[in-house]
C-alpha cells in the first residue's frame, strides 16, 4: 500500500484515525501496531514474518544489553550479535545475487542467482533498529520492556517504507506519552498535502520526461540535458514529497520527525549537499559511523579514509549495483577535494559559481545513479556533450506542459515560495492554494493509477 493510492486515501487513513482518537489512550499503540502490520502486508504478506522476527530478537537482545555490565565482554557480544543478525538479513536479501553476480564475472564461475524478492522498506526500518540497540548499548536509551511499543517504533506506517529514519531516541518519550487533537490533526493534514501535490503533481509528471530520455536511444545533447534535470526534480519531489507527507502523518498522531529535506539544489558545495539532503540518513551515517570511526578528530588522511568509507557504504545502501557503489565513490571523491582545498578555492568564486558547480555534480551524480548499468552512464554522458541537436527529437517527445512541470520543478526547489510566503500571502491564502493542489493531485491519482515511489526499490 502507498500514500498515492485510492485505498490509503478513501479507506484505510480515515478508519485508522477514527478508531484512534475516539479509542482509549491505553489501546493507542496496540491499534497503531496492528494498523502498521496491516499496511506492511498489505502488499507482500509473507514479509511481516521477518520485520516481526526483527521486532522479536531485537526485543530480548535489548533487555541483555541493558542488564549486562557496562563496557563488558557479554553487552559487546551482545552488540555484535545484534549488528551480525540485523545487517545479515539485510545482506542476505538485498545483496546476495550482487556477490554471486560479481563473483560470477571476476572468476568466470556459474553460481544460480538466488532471485530472492526485497522486502520494501527494509533498508530502513534495519536501520531503526539498529540505532535502537546501539544506543541501548551506549546507555543512552533504556532498553524497551514493551514489545508492542518497541514493534510500533519499528513498524510505524508513516514513515516504514521510505523514512526519514526515525531514531528510537528521538521517539521514545512518544511512544508511551505523546500529544495529539485536532490542533495536530489540522497541521499533519496540511503538510501531508503538500507532500501528496509534489508526488503526483510534480514528481509523477517529470517521470515521462525522464523516462524517455533514460529508457530510450536518444541521440539529442539538449534532451539528454532536459533528461537528467527532469530527474533530478523528479527524485526531490518524490522522495521529499514522500517526507513531507510521512511527517505529516506522524503528526496526526501525536509522533514529529525530524525533516529530511531542506533545498538541497540550493547548495554551494557537495558538502552543502549533503547536509540538506536525505538529512536523516546522512545524520546516521554521521552518528553510527563517521564519528565511530574518529570522525575529523584524527590525521588528515584518516578523515579522508572515513568520508570514503561512509559514502561507499551510503551507495551501497541504496542498492545492489556497481553504479550505486561508483555514485558513492563519486561523492566521496568530491567530499575529500573539498576538505583539501576546493572549498577555499570555491569560497573566493562569486556565490552564483559556487551554485552551479553544485548543482553540475549533483546533476552528473544522478547520471550514475539512474542509468541502466556502467554501459548506460558512459552512453547517457555521450550523448550529453555529442553536440548534436536533433530538434525534431524534442519536439516530438517534450510537450508545452512538460517544460511547464519543469519551471514549476524548478522554481519549487528553491526558497522562493517561502519568501513570497512570508512577504505576501495570507496564511488563509496559502491553505486555500495548498487545498486546491491537494483536489488536483487526487483526481489526477484517481485517473493515472498506481504509482509507486522511487526510494520503495532502495
Given at each position: 500500500?502507498?500514500?498515492?493510492?485510492?485505498?490509503?486515501?478513501?479507506?484505510?487513513?480515515?478508519?485508522?484515525?477514527?478508531?484512534?482518537?475516539?479509542?482509549?489512550?491505553?489501546?493507542?499503540?496496540?491499534?497503531?501496531?496492528?494498523?502498521?502490520?496491516?499496511?506492511?502486508?498489505?502488499?507482500?504478506?509473507?514479509?511481516?514474518?521477518?520485520?516481526l522476527?526483527?521486532?522479536?530478537?531485537?526485543?530480548?537482545?535489548?533487555?541483555g544489553?541493558?542488564?549486562?555490565?557496562?563496557?563488558s565482554?557479554?553487552?559487546?557480544?551482545?552488540?555484535?550479535?545484534?549488528?551480525?543478525?540485523?545487517?545479515?538479513?539485510?545482506?542476505?536479501?538485498?545483496?546476495?545475487?550482487?556477490?554471486?553476480?560479481?563473483?560470477?564475472?571476476?572468476?568466470?564461475?556459474?553460481?544460480?542467482?538466488?532471485?530472492?524478492?526485497?522486502?520494501?522498506?527494509?533498508?530502513?526500518?534495519?536501520?531503526?533498529?539498529?540505532?535502537?540497540?546501539?544506543?541501548?548499548?551506549?546507555?543512552?536509551v533504556?532498553?524497551?520492556?514493551?514489545?508492542?511499543?518497541?514493534?510500533?517504533?519499528?513498524?510505524?506506517f508513516?514513515?516504514?517504507?521510505?523514512?526519514?529514519?526515525?531514531?528510537?531516541?528521538?521517539?521514545?518519550?512518544?511512544?508511551?506519552?505523546?500529544?495529539?487533537?485536532?490542533e495536530?490533526?489540522y497541521?499533519?493534514?496540511?503538510?501531508?498535502?503538500?507532500?501528496?501535490?509534489?508526488?503526483?503533481?510534480?514528481a509523477?509528471?517529470?517521470?515521462?520526461?525522464?523516462?524517455?530520455?533514460?529508457?530510450?536511444?536518444?541521440?539529442?545533447?539538449?534532451?539528454?540535458?532536459?533528461?537528467?534535470?527532469?530527474?533530478?526534480?523528479?527524485?526531490?519531489?518524490?522522495?521529499?514529497?514522500?517526507?513531507?507527507?510521512?511527517?505529516?502523518?506522524?503528526?496526526?498522531?501525536?509522533?514529529?520527525?525530524?525533516?529530511?529535506f531542506?533545498?538541497?539544489?540550493c547548495?554551494?558545495?557537495?558538502?552543502?549537499?549533503?547536509?540538506?539532503?536525505?538529512?536523516?540518513?546522512?545524520?546516521?551515517?554521521?552518528?553510527?559511523?563517521?564519528?565511530?570511526?574518529?570522525?575529523?578528530?584524527?590525521?588528515?588522511?584518516?578523515?579522508y579514509?572515513?568520508?570514503f568509507?561512509?559514502?561507499?557504504?551510503?551507495?551501497?545502501?541504496?542498492?545492489?549495483?556497481?553504479n550505486?557503489?561508483?555514485w558513492?565513490?563519486?561523492?566521496?571523491?568530491?567530499?575529500?577535494?573539498?576538505?583539501m582545498?576546493?572549498k577555499?578555492?570555491?569560497l573566493?568564486?562569486?556565490?552564483?559559481?559556487?551554485?552551479?558547480?553544485a548543482?553540475?555534480?549533483?546533476?552528473?551524480?544522478?547520471?550514475?545513479?539512474?542509468?541502466?548499468?556502467?554501459?548506460?552512464?558512459?552512453?547517457?554522458?555521450?550523448?550529453?556533450f555529442?553536440?548534436?541537436?536533433?530538434?525534431?527529437?524534442?519536439?516530438?517527445?517534450?510537450?508545452?506542459?512538460?517544460?511547464?512541470?519543469?519551471?514549476?520543478?524548478?522554481?519549487?526547489?528553491?526558497?522562493?515560495?517561502?519568501?513570497?510566503?512570508?512577504?505576501?500571502?495570507?496564511?488563509?491564502?496559502?491553505?486555500?492554494?495548498?487545498?486546491?493542489?491537494?483536489?488536483?493531485?487526487?483526481?489526477?491519482?484517481?485517473?493515472?493509477?498506481?504509482?509507486?515511489?522511487?526510494?520503495?526499490?532502495?
Amino acid at each position: 500500500m502507498v500514500f498515492s493510492s485510492s485505498i490509503f486515501l478513501f479507506l484505510f487513513l480515515p478508519v485508522v484515525l477514527f478508531v484512534y482518537y475516539f479509542c482509549h489512550d491505553r489501546v493507542k499503540n496496540g491499534w497503531l501496531l496492528f494498523a502498521s502490520l496491516f499496511f506492511y502486508s498489505w502488499g507482500e504478506p509473507k514479509h511481516i514474518l521477518l520485520m516481526l522476527s526483527s521486532i522479536v530478537i531485537n526485543y530480548f537482545l535489548g533487555i541483555g544489553m541493558e542488564q549486562s555490565k557496562e563496557k563488558s565482554i557479554k553487552r559487546k557480544s551482545l552488540l555484535l550479535i545484534t549488528c551480525v543478525i540485523d545487517l545479515g538479513i539485510l545482506l542476505v536479501f538485498k545483496y546476495l545475487d550482487f556477490g554471486i553476480q560479481t563473483i560470477n564475472t571476476v572468476f568466470h564461475t556459474n553460481f544460480l542467482l538466488k532471485e530472492l524478492a526485497l522486502p520494501v522498506g527494509i533498508s530502513f526500518y534495519t536501520f531503526q533498529v539498529m540505532s535502537y540497540c546501539i544506543d541501548v548499548y551506549r546507555g543512552t536509551v533504556k532498553a524497551q520492556r514493551n514489545i508492542l511499543n518497541l514493534g510500533l517504533y519499528i513498524s510505524l506506517f508513516p514513515q516504514l517504507i521510505a523514512g526519514p529514519i526515525v531514531r528510537y531516541i528521538d521517539v521514545e518519550v512518544t511512544l508511551t506519552k505523546r500529544t495529539y487533537g485536532l490542533e495536530y490533526l489540522y497541521l499533519g493534514a496540511k503538510r501531508f498535502m503538500i507532500g501528496f501535490s509534489k508526488k503526483v503533481l510534480i514528481a509523477d509528471n517529470l517521470s515521462t520526461v525522464a523516462d524517455l530520455a533514460f529508457d530510450t536511444s536518444i541521440s539529442s545533447m539538449p534532451l539528454a540535458w532536459i533528461g537528467i534535470l527532469a530527474y533530478s526534480l523528479q527524485i526531490y519531489y518524490d522522495f521529499s514529497g514522500y517526507s513531507d507527507m510521512a511527517i505529516g502523518l506522524g503528526k496526526m498522531f501525536g509522533f514529529d520527525f525530524m525533516e529530511n529535506f531542506n533545498y538541497p539544489y540550493c547548495s554551494s558545495s557537495i558538502q552543502e549537499f549533503w547536509r540538506r539532503w536525505h538529512i536523516s540518513l546522512g545524520s546516521w551515517f554521521r552518528d553510527y559511523v563517521y564519528i565511530p570511526l574518529g570522525g575529523s578528530r584524527k590525521k588528515r588522511y584518516q578523515t579522508y579514509l572515513n568520508v570514503f568509507f561512509v559514502f561507499l557504504l551510503t551507495g551501497l545502501w541504496h542498492g545492489a549495483s556497481w553504479n550505486f557503489v561508483f555514485w558513492g565513490v563519486y561523492y566521496a571523491v568530491f567530499l575529500i577535494l573539498e576538505r583539501m582545498f576546493l572549498k577555499r578555492w570555491l569560497l573566493k568564486l562569486p556565490v552564483f559559481f559556487q551554485h552551479f558547480y553544485a548543482v553540475i555534480i549533483v546533476l552528473f551524480g544522478w547520471v550514475l545513479f539512474r542509468a541502466e548499468g556502467l554501459f548506460g552512464v558512459a552512453s547517457y554522458f555521450k550523448t550529453m556533450f555529442c553536440f548534436q541537436l536533433n530538434l525534431e527529437e524534442i519536439l516530438l517527445n517534450i510537450s508545452i506542459e512538460h517544460f511547464v512541470f519543469l519551471i514549476v520543478g524548478i522554481f519549487g526547489s528553491m526558497p522562493l515560495l517561502d519568501k513570497m510566503k512570508e512577504r505576501f500571502l495570507k496564511e488563509w491564502f496559502w491553505e486555500i492554494v495548498i487545498f486546491i493542489f491537494f483536489i488536483l493531485a487526487v483526481l489526477t491519482m484517481v485517473s493515472r493509477g498506481f504509482s509507486p515511489f522511487l526510494y520503495f526499490r532502495f
